[in-house]
């Protein structure tokens, strides 16, 4: 059940340079999320938008920004990427009330940075 | 940052057996939510709670709003081998546009068939 795409599924790349993940919806839900899991850590969240142009930092969003202007995509950037940012991203989404409440989760973005 | 308190950190079971795990906080929670995940993609919504007391099912899981509003729990029966996976707690602190979730660490499931 597509609705929730994240592109790329995977992506390796080199310490310092700039790295741009894809979140694309098909549910007009108002909120959307970016998340990095690592072991031991859980799933922690780096910003999120609670609609268009509008955003807010979670967690841990040092070394990322993120942008949304349209309400079907939502780009995280990092800026300049370090090893420390290895991780697997997820996307997730929500709406407003009732069965749409809870976050529905893309299937993931594997990034490597070496 | 924040997380949930949640038990047991992995399970191992045999097929057929029932399962419980659970979530603690000291925060008091409006809404709670229990996820799977599975290797190689994202979780995925199981039961969400939204009312202190509440008890809902979905097949064979049952979970359960605490009355304290701080604590929640999840009841898998008569276990099977795709149950395998790891299963999240998560819960909401505030309504309005922050939506931001707590997490658990999650509670890892091995079924013995």
């Known amino acids: 059940d597509a609705g929730i795409t994240q592109s790329p599924r995977h992506k390796v790349t080199e310490t310092g340079t700039p790295v741009t993940l894809r979140c694309h919806q098909t549910e007009n839900h108002r909120y959307m999320y970016w998340y990095r899991q690592d072991p031991g850590h859980g799933l922690r969240l780096i910003h999120y938008?609670?609609?268009?142009?509008?955003?807010d930092k979670g967690e841990v969003s040092d070394g990322y920004s993120v942008s949304r202007s349209k309400t079907e995509d939502f780009l995280l950037t990092l800026e300049s990427a370090t090893s420390s940012q290895t991780s697997v991203y997820f996307c997730?989404?929500?709406?407003?009330?009732?069965?749409?409440?809870?976050?529905?989760f893309g299937s993931g973005t594997r990034l490597t940075v070496v | 940052g924040q997380q949930l308190n949640q038990s047991p950190q992995s399970m191992f079971i045999q097929e057929g057996e029932d399962v419980s795990m659970n979530c603690t906080s000291s925060s008091i929670f409006n809404t709670w939510l229990w996820y799977k995940q599975e290797p190689g993609e994202g979780p995925v919504l199981l039961i969400a709670l939204y009312k202190a007391g509440e008890l809902t099912s979905n097949g064979r899981l049952t979970a359960q709003f605490g009355i304290t509003r701080k604590d929640s729990f999840l009841n898998i029966s008569a276990s099977i081998p795709s149950d395998v996976g790891i299963y999240f707690c998560?819960?909401?602190?505030?309504?309005?546009?922050?939506?931001?979730?707590?997490w658990g660490l999650g509670t890892s499931l091995a079924v013995n068939p």
């Open positions: 998560a819960g909401q602190l505030r309504a309005g546009n922050n939506r931001k979730l707590i």
């Open positions: 997730a989404i929500s709406g407003d009330r009732g069965p749409n409440y809870g976050y529905t």
């Open positions: 938008s609670y609609g268009v142009k509008d955003t």
